[in-house]
């Protein structure tokens, strides 16, 4: 669908510049996001408050 080909096409641009990874965070309720980037082999690296207090996003990483 549309999210695959976007996360392809930012794993394509992002190798094409040389990163090492790509970093996302999302709000801790958005379980089909976190579940979406676990098929793609993203890896689950930590909770953090990041935009509102009491409220915690999770961050997820990506080794190019």
Same mark, same amino acid.
């Given at each position: 669908? #549309?999210?695959?080909?976007?996360e392809? =096409?930012?794993?394509?641009?992002?190798?094409s510049? @040389?990163?090492k =990874? #790509?970093?996302? @965070?999302?709000?801790?309720n958005?379980? @089909?996001?976190i579940?979406f980037?676990?098929?793609?082999?993203y890896?689950?690296i930590? !909770? !953090?408050?990041?935009?509102?207090?009491?409220?915690?996003e999770? #961050?997820? !990483?990506?080794?190019?």
């Amino acid at each position: 669908g #549309i999210g695959s080909a976007l996360e392809k =096409r930012l794993c394509v641009y992002g190798k094409s510049y @040389d990163f090492k =990874r #790509i970093r996302m @965070d999302t709000h801790d309720n958005n379980l @089909d996001l976190i579940y979406f980037l676990i098929k793609r082999n993203y890896s689950l690296i930590g !909770e !953090e408050e990041l935009y509102t207090p009491g409220k915690k996003e999770v #961050i997820l !990483e990506k080794n190019l």
